[in-house]
């Protein structure tokens, strides 16, 4: 009987650490497991954030354009803007702005606003007794966000 009870205890303590393994490597999948979703979700951002910026170096390659269309735009006299050919010249110019802002692109408004040196390039300050010290009174240079990063200060005139 005592060689059945041997038996019993070896069979119990090869169980016991069948089951203390088992325990480990259940551990040690969910460990893996919770490490590989964490690691996924880490990539997922990381893409997110490739595709967010993709753009940027196009986008940066257009807004010259765009300053241009502007310009153009505002030497425009008012027969000017009524011929039709320059009507259509400046549907494009929308079709391309609007293009942009669809992807992200943004213009920061700065005039009448508090000069902000995170999105603004001071390029002359001008005596101005209307406007508070610092207020921005002219945008020379538009700036822009490319999804709320800053990828051109607008260069701006502020009262003094």
Known sequence: MTDKKTKEVKHKEKLEDVIKQRDEYLDGWKRAKAEFINYKKEEAVKIQGIFKYANEELIDQLI??????????????????ENNTIKGVMYIKNQLVKSLLENGLEQIEVLGKQFDPNTSEAIEEIEDSKEKSGTVIEEVVSGYQLNGKLIRAAQVKVAK
């Open 64 to 81: 010259p354009v765009i300053d241009n269309f502007q310009r153009a735009e505002a030497h425009l006299t008012q027969e000017q803007k």
